[in-house]
């Protein structure tokens, strides 16, 4: 089975440009979290979707939005970039059972903003 | 989620065992306990998880105290590829992940 697949792996932006990231979780999986990974703040979790809604969502600004398909399919968009931006976003996909639902990560996308 | 501790490094020669600890004392009873690992700057890996009893799947074992309050992370014949950062996560029952520092494990040939 394919795992967690991330487009694109890497993206260079200027600041006040924008970005649209995409996930697509391993098949079956109908949960999509998203994470974004900084050497100085670790990961961060970002937003959870389940059946095409908002779940759980973490403490960034609104210019950190997303959204999932029918399909399971996830994308997330980052609007106004600034420098802070750039990291390591992560996708992570679930079953979405029961406690423990394990989340398997794809292999994130690395945005850098000059 | 309860918090853990890990310590910051430690070396593993190639083909012995590698056995790596975490306390999380103050876990509670319906927490799991879960490792990832990250390779540099891939996405990190799930390794195995557990909740009282102790676990083995194709890639670690995962050793759990009676009282819960700590465990160990066994990979049983290391290679230069299990070089990477290794994470303990203490997780209840929402969905979120929070990583800490982690050990950072150095296989030496």
């Known amino acids: 089975k394919a795992g967690v697949t991330q487009t694109p792996r890497y993206l260079i932006k200027t600041r006040g440009q924008q970005v649209t990231l995409s996930c697509s979780p391993i098949?079956?999986?109908?949960?999509v979290s998203w994470y974004q990974q900084t050497p100085g703040q670790g990961l961060q979790f970002l937003f959870e979707y389940f059946s095409e809604t908002q779940r759980n969502k973490g403490n960034f600004p609104g210019r950190f939005s997303g959204r999932q398909f029918s399909n399971s399919r996830s994308e997330m968009n980052v609007s106004t970039l600034e420098l802070g931006d750039s990291a390591l976003y992560l996708c992570a996909s679930s079953l979405n059972q029961d406690p423990p639902d394990t989340q398997y990560f794809g292999p994130g996308t690395r945005l850098t903003v000059l | 989620d309860a918090k853990t501790t890990q310590p910051t490094s430690m070396d593993c020669a190639e083909g012995r065992a590698a056995n790596l600890p975490c306390n999380h004392s103050?876990?509670?009873?319906?927490?799991?306990v879960y490792w990832y690992r990250q390779i540099h700057s891939q996405g990190p890996q799930y390794i195995i998880h557990?909740?009282?009893n102790n676990e083995t799947n194709e890639m670690a074992s995962l050793i759990i105290t009676e009282d819960r309050k700590s465990s160990t992370l066994i990979l049983p014949h290391a290679t230069l590829r299990d070089t990477a950062v290794y994470y303990c996560i203490v997780r209840g029952l929402y969905y979120k992940l929070s990583f800490g520092a982690g050990t950072t494990v150095t296989v030496r040939a």
């Open positions: 098949s079956g999986h109908r949960s």
């Open positions: 103050t876990i509670s009873g319906n927490e799991y």
């Open positions: 557990g909740l009282k």
